[in-house]
């Protein structure tokens, strides 16, 4: 019965951040709209995009290999079994022991090596373009990744996300190492998901992209499983901002139905209000310069760096 | 159909041409005055083909301004001046392409507008030749570490124009940039020949959609030089009204899709609403949005109604409003200066060469302004600055336009306080003797549109050729990319903001 | 391997479709040795990332100050790996062939083949089930540095965990099944209830023909964002671009001059290691495929000592 | 630049009311969707725009379907950067002969299923350009057109109205 309890609340998760992925990438167009004093598209859009481009035809670049057309169903499952990793509304979920936060920023790693891969198979420039500015991206966005895990993973005592959330539910303090660590992760969590101002995800000059660029070539059930993997790559950071730095509401896996009603309550107020500070940070900025994000990057690196070095040498900053 | 071509022998007049006049030259001339432009004592205003001959206008540093020249080619050809003078070669090109004229020396030999799909080889020239093969366009080479090329165009990711510009880069660093143009060519210069006045001016008034009452203007005031027609007061403040409305519609969109291109969505989605309510008030003043059709050689064909006058006077309170606000919204959003500031610079040795006039010209320290320089009715009337920088970077560009917004602002005001009461259109009639030519120069949006036409006395168009400021921006546009990265070439574009349509014809 | 006969990466592209085995292995080992999951390159990498969470408790305050170091130093060099590997995959594998050479290569004989798809299958075993062959050689581990991990076949569903399961714990077996059973699962989906036509058609080349193998990244232009942006700091180099006005007609042209700086003030760890992995991408471009394969061969038998360890 | 913001966020939006487009509208309109039989996707739909030669008239006009006034989105209409993305072709131009291929190559590149709209009087048949020897004339020469939307150049409302009756098609 326990063991059921678990796979059903495991597969809802699952299932909860696939559906919710898209809405979360449609609310935020509609802040942004809003905010331009525009009506915007209803939050289902991106829903109804998908929908439509998993019934029209793909057509395939004429030397496109096998390596392109399985890199989409590469691409999505390695990002939802990274967001469905991540607690959303409860923590210790059956499967949340299979990777730590370590492998889950691996797998995402994993997923935008195909993605750059990809991006080269059909030999046009704009997807050199695309693979090389991630690259270049992806080399200093990583580390910095690795740097927050450490600072939080010594002050927790554990790389497992339901401990680490567990940890800082029980131990609300304010610490300078956490903190850096918080801004160093939104630094990262706005690069690895192409929002201004590193990229624009609304841009129409192939010149300027980045993820656009690589995915230019991709039609149909392709082009619908690569947007939904980058809407679930944004939830996954939305949410594990959410779980590791305000784990406030969380359910433990064993703590009954109505504390889960209230985790995923509280879950998706958080998302709600992730999403409004994005819309809002993106509509006040202009994007940078392609070599000012190295510079932009490095801060996040320096300060998880800084961070980790706190950490080690204190232990109680 | 060469309608035009048959006229030129029976012709039954002196050439002569107002308000400038019109002189033959020969080589040894010809080529003194191509000298005098690479040496820069003139600037070229425009290179244009006939089916024999060749003319070229020149801007003078004295009085009068202006000064055309022809050059018969009795062996289709004709002494090179692209060979001494760079920007005269894409217009050398083009003649080529249109009428046979070889340029003589020329170091460029590749086609422009033709790119061997009409079915015609020059298909304005004395003999067309019937073309089925269409020749390997070459572009220019690069040399040293491995490179690789980034084709973009025709079709564009934007809703823009369509144009294919090649780059050679090694990564980010671009190498060399080159555009090929001539996508949107329309044979605007044969359907033009044989036109009576009012198609022409129809395929005038679309020859560029954001120009198009540039163009009108310009198509009208040349036919008007041509036949001495007397266009009324009122006229002139009306067509200087819809001039100024189009230049500020642009402007505002012009800002905005440069701010968009930085992924700066808050001032794009205002400059568009300031956009709109100018178009709004266009249409509901002239009957047409973009006020095309609206400016007939005489006059004009709408008349300002008092209560819209009014409308004006409140939309002009609301944009001076607005504008000090967004100038303040782009001036301190620093990361969109970040973007602007030293991004895509044009020196001003290059911007006088060229003569490149609008914007471009004025960001980098050219301050050519046709409305003052040749000052056409009524703008001798108003007190108005032209705005200048040395700059020559994107953020110069923006800030010009800035100025002209205001200038923009202020002729308006001036224009709705001090129009006076008449008519809108003077009744003329055809003189019925010989075959007149006239000229006019007229400051778009973008730039100066330079117009000459041939008419005959029942009023055909023997000939009509429309000069956009396109032609001397363009080529400017591959030197802005220099020390510049891939990524930010779309924001030097649209400070650019050329046009293709003007340009290929 | 010397299917395609051709020395220069800059001349190689396309090899996925005339050397497709080689091909699909050569994949598998970049995958490997970028570090990335679920292969045996993550598992090293993340054993190592382990040890490093535990050093807090190290004694000396110099190993203290220098294991976060060295663990930004190991990140930054796995990402800059894999950034080099998708280089080297994407100029070689992927796109149009740049040369007549790539064009007509052929997969090798069957021996070098099956050589490779042997170590690749120990790559997949390592990263798969990592717990049985850190258990296998950790008797050896023991005589080295006289410690061992605890015994890792006890836990539950073949995951590992050096310490303890609530500190930290990784199931390669898992994920990778998690990331098939998705994969298919969403195949299987669309193809049910959405479409599964597809048709070929030319690449989308903006309507312009350009069949010219040039408008493919090279190399040296892949590198070259991160050559600006990381190779600064350890070298000095020098763009030299001439670039003709408009209307010039003579060829642009650009030069590139790497030089090293001097090594003195470049001890610290951190740009050490972005020197290295900077100088490894930049001496790449100039290796042949043989040479390639021989350092993906070193890097898993390194690897392989890695998990050893 | 708070104000502006807080201006969005505290006023109702500048949005109009969407038009209503009637019979006797489509039919102005031409409405000639014939090849129903397609397969209907749904309130979602990407446009790619293909200039074929216009004078950049009907180009401004469809930005401003961007704008807050019109805000095109709202229906599930977007454009997009590639026609690999795309459903509509949105031709606008008296289709030039140099253009000619471009269209043909961004058709073929186009999944299926998709439509054409014309744009613009030169779009429906060749306008002031139509004798030219540099241009085709009508878009339905080159590639099948499923609506066209008249006007030099049309006017965003009716820009507006012919894309709304097209989505209610589809859904």
């Not at chain 1, 509609?30 to 057509?59: C, F, M, N, S, T």
């Not at chain 1, 200093?140 to 740097?147: H, Y």
């Not at chain 2, 802005?480 to 340009?503: E, M, R, T, W």
């Not at chain 4, 894309?163 to 209610?168: D, G, Q, T």
Request: hydrophobic share 45%; proline share 5%.
């Amino acid at each position: 019965m326990n063991f059921l309890f678990d796979l059903v609340a495991q597969g809802a998760q699952m299932l909860l951040a696939l559906a919710l992925a898209p809405l979360l990438i449609g609310f935020v167009r509609k802040l942004k709209a809003r905010l331009l004093h525009r009506k915007g598209p209803p939050i289902i859009q991106p829903w109804r995009d998908i929908i439509r481009l998993l019934r029209k035809e793909v057509v395939l670049a004429e030397n496109a290999s096998w390596l392109y057309r399985s890199a989409p169903y590469l691409i999505f499952a390695m990002t939802w079994v990274a967001a469905s990793l991540v607690p959303t509304f409860a923590t210790g979920l059956m499967f949340s022991w299979a990777a730590d936060l370590i492998a889950i920023i691996a797998l995402l790693g994993s997923a935008r090596f195909f993605l750059a891969l990809a991006g080269m198979d059909i030999g046009t420039s704009f997807g050199g373009i695309g693979s090389s500015r991630e690259a270049m991206f992806g080399s200093l966005a990583e580390p910095a990744t690795i740097m927050i895990v450490f600072t939080v993973s010594f002050v927790a005592g554990t790389t497992q996300l339901s401990e680490i959330a567990a940890y800082m539910a029980g131990n609300l303090e304010l610490r300078a190492s956490v903190g850096m660590a918080l801004v160093a992760l939104l630094i990262v969590a706005i690069a690895e998901n192409g929002r201004v101002p590193v990229d624009n995800p609304a841009t129409h000059l192939e010149l300027t992209m980045v993820h656009e660029a690589m995915v230019l070539e991709y039609s149909g059930r392709y082009l619908a499983l690569i947007e939904l993997a980058s809407a679930l790559k944004l939830l996954l950071y939305i949410s594990l901002i959410a779980c590791v730095f305000f784990p406030v509401g969380l359910a433990r896996h064993d703590a009954g139905l109505q504390a889960m009603a209230i985790g995923l309550g509280a879950y998706v107020l958080k998302l709600a209000i992730g999403e409004g500070l994005l819309a809002l940070f993106e509509t006040s900025r202009a994007k940078m310069r392609v070599f000012r994000v190295p510079d932009f990057l490095g801060a996040g690196l320096m300060l998880g760096l800084l961070a980790t070095l706190l950490v080690f040498v204190t232990r109680s900053l | 159909m060469n309608f035009a071509s048959k006229q030129t022998a029976t012709q039954s007049s002196p050439p002569s041409c107002l308000p400038w006049p019109r002189e033959i030259v020969d080589k040894a001339s010809w080529l003194a005055l191509a000298e005098s432009l690479a040496k820069g004592e003139r600037e070229l205003l425009s290179l244009w083909g006939e089916t024999s001959c060749v003319h070229m206008a020149v801007l003078e540093p004295r009085e009068p301004r202006l000064r055309i020249v022809t050059f018969e080619c009795p062996e289709d050809s004709f002494p090179s001046v692209g060979r001494l003078h760079p920007p005269a070669l894409r217009l050398e090109r083009a003649i080529h392409d249109l009428y046979g004229l070889k340029p003589e020396g020329t170091p460029d030999h590749r086609a422009w507008l033709d790119h061997g799909r009409w079915g015609v080889r020059q298909p304005c020239g004395a003999r067309h030749e019937i073309n089925t093969v269409c020749d390997p366009y070459t572009f220019l080479t690069t040399e040293g570490e491995p490179l690789h090329l980034i084709p973009v165009g025709p079709v564009h990711a934007g809703i823009i124009e369509p144009g294919h510009f090649r780059f050679s880069a090694n990564g980010e660093t671009v190498v060399r940039l080159e555009e090929r143009l001539g996508f949107v060519h329309k044979g605007v210069d044969r359907l033009m020949g044989g036109a009576s006045i009012e198609r022409a001016a129809q395929i005038a008034a679309r020859v560029s959609g954001d120009s198009t009452v540039a163009y009108s203007l310009a198509f009208a005031q040349a036919v008007e030089a041509a036949f001495d027609v007397a266009v009324p007061p009122r006229a002139t403040y009306l067509r200087a009204l819809m001039a100024e409305l189009e230049r500020l519609a642009n402007h505002f969109g012009d800002i905005g899709a440069i701010c968009n291109d930085a992924a700066f969505a808050l001032m794009h989605a205002q400059r568009g609403l300031v956009r709109e309510r100018i178009l709004r008030e266009a249409a509901s003043c002239f009957g047409h949005r973009l006020m095309m059709d609206r400016i007939a050689p005489g006059g004009t064909v709408v008349n300002l109604r008092q209560d819209n006058a009014a409308a004006l006077y409140a939309l002009v309170d609301w944009i001076e409003l607005m504008t000090p606000r967004l100038i303040a919204l782009f001036g301190d959003t620093t990361s969109l200066q970040d973007r602007t500031v030293g991004t895509g610079v044009i020196s001003e040795a290059l911007v006088k060469q060229y003569a490149c006039g609008g914007y471009i010209g004025r960001a980098s320290g050219r301050a050519f302004d046709a409305r003052k320089a040749i000052g056409y009715a009524p703008y001798p009337q108003f007190a108005f600055e032209i705005g200048a920088s040395k700059e020559g970077d994107v953020d110069a560009r923006v800030w010009v336009r800035f100025d002209e917004i205001k200038a923009s602002l202020k002729i308006v005001r001036q224009i709705l306080d001090e129009a006076p009461g008449g008519p809108v259109i003077g009744a003329w009639a055809l003189p019925e003797d010989w075959t007149r030519e006239g000229a006019a120069l007229v400051e778009g949006f973008r730039g100066d549109v330079f117009v000459w036409l041939r008419i005959r006395a029942d009023g055909v168009v023997q000939r009509c050729h429309l000069r956009d400021p396109s032609w001397f921006q363009w080529p400017l546009l591959e030197a802005a990319i220099k020390d510049n990265i891939v990524a930010d070439f779309p924001l030097c574009n649209k400070s650019f903001n050329c046009s293709y349509s003007g340009h290929d014809l | 391997m010397n299917g395609s006969g051709e020395r220069s990466i800059e001349r190689l592209g396309g090899l996925i479709h005339s050397m497709p085995k080689t091909a699909f292995l050569f994949l598998g080992g970049c995958v490997a040795i970028s570090a990335l999951p679920p292969l045996n390159g993550f598992v090293s990498e993340w054993l190592v990332f382990q040890a490093i969470l535990l050093s807090p408790s190290l004694p000396q305050w110099t190993v203290k100050l220098l294991v976060p170091a060295v663990g930004v130093a190991l990140a930054l060099s796995a990402t800059l790996g894999a950034g080099c590997y998708i280089r080297a995959y994407g100029v070689a594998f992927l796109g149009r062939p740049r040369s007549e050479a790539a064009r007509t290569a052929t997969d090798p004989d069957r021996w070098s083949l099956g050589t490779m798809a042997v170590l690749l299958t120990m790559c997949l075993m390592a990263g798969l089930l990592p717990s049985l062959v850190i258990d296998t050689i950790s008797p050896a581990a023991k005589d080295f540095v006289g410690g061992r991990m605890p015994t890792q076949a006890e836990l539950s569903w073949l995951s590992i965990a050096p310490v303890a399961e609530s500190r930290s714990s990784y199931n390669g077996l898992l994920v990778f099944v998690f990331i098939l059973f998705s994969a298919y699962s969403a195949r299987w989906i669309i193809h049910k209830f959405g479409s599964a036509r597809s048709r070929r058609a030319p690449a989308w080349d903006c309507g312009y023909i350009e069949t010219s193998p040039m408008t493919q990244y090279t190399g040296s232009s892949f590198a070259q964002p991160i050559r600006r942006t990381l190779g600064v700091i350890a070298f000095s180099v020098k763009e030299r671009l001439d670039m003709p006005a408009p209307g010039d007609m003579r060829p642009a042209r650009l030069s590139i001059e790497i030089k090293d700086r001097i090594f003195d003030y470049l001890y610290a760890p951190l740009t050490r290691a972005v020197e290295t992995c900077a100088s490894g991408l930049n001496i790449l471009s100039l290796l042949t495929i043989q040479e390639y394969l021989a350092l993906v061969f070193g890097a898993l038998v390194f690897l392989l000592v890695l998990v050893a360890i | 630049m708070q104000k502006f913001l807080l201006q969005g966020l505290l006023r109702s939006a500048l949005t109009e009311q969407a038009p209503t487009p009637d019979a006797t509208s489509m039919a102005e309109l031409g409405y000639t969707l014939e090849r129903t039989a397609r397969q209907k996707l749904g309130r979602s739909l990407s446009i790619r725009e293909v200039d074929a030669g216009s004078c950049n008239g009907c180009e401004l006009e469809i930005h401003a379907l961007n704008n807050a006034y019109y805000d095109v989105e709202r229906f599930g209409l977007r454009f997009v950067a590639s026609p690999r993305h795309a459903d509509v072709l949105l031709v606008t131009g008296p289709v030039t002969k140099n253009m000619r291929e471009a269209l043909e190559r961004t058709y073929a590149a186009t999944p299926d299923p998709k439509w054409v709209i014309a744009v613009g009087d030169c779009a429906f048949d060749g306008g002031v350009f139509c004798e030219s020897y540099a241009c085709i004339g009508a878009v339905a020469k080159v590639v099948p057109v499923d609506l066209h939307i008249r006007g030099c150049p049309p006017d965003p409302t009716t820009l507006l109205k012919g894309l709304i009756a097209f989505v209610e098609t589809m859904s």
